[in-house]
């Protein structure tokens, strides 16, 4: 009798623990990314730098690189700029939140920005409350008013 109430506590422990498990999966699984986002500072858009922020919502913790690309919209769709100097990236920057604001350095990986329609991707990490890397992305336009600096 004792060895099958031992038994049972153990199958129930188990039960605890895979459910537990199992309830950590379904909630990174649904995590809104639609609710983090990135934008443009304003008045900081040139053709060789903007500033951008993390947008979260209250409790979220965010982690980056300084990584980042540029992609450029074609007839064809979205393709990525090639990168000038892979040297400046991949610097850790840490814990970032929505009051982070970081200039990205556009000339120095890409060139300058000529006319047309791009999109900056700044690849995280949600480390609080679901560790999850996104890649969120903000759309603007170059145009002729567009400063170079």
Request: glycine share 4%; net charge negative.
């Amino acid at each position: 009798m004792k060895k099958t109430i031992i038994l049972l506590a153990f199958a129930c422990l188990f039960l605890l623990v895979a459910c537990s498990a199992n309830d950590n999966d379904i909630q990174n699984d649904n995590i809104d990314v639609d609710a983090i986002s990135i934008s443009i500072v304003e008045n900081t858009l040139t053709r060789s730098s903007v500033s951008t922020v993390a947008n979260a919502p209250v409790g979220y913790e965010l982690s980056r690189w300084f990584d980042f690309w540029i992609e450029k919209q074609t007839s064809d769709g979205w393709y990525s700029l090639p990168m000038l100097n892979e040297d400046v990236l991949s610097n850790d920057i840490g814990a970032w939140s929505s009051l982070s604001v970081t200039l990205e350095n556009i000339e120095s990986n890409f060139g300058i920005l000529q006319n047309g329609h791009y999109r900056i991707v700044v690849p995280m990490t949600v480390v609080y409350p679901y560790n999850v890397e996104i890649s969120p992305y903000y759309e603007f336009t170059i145009t002729d008013d567009t400063p170079e600096r």
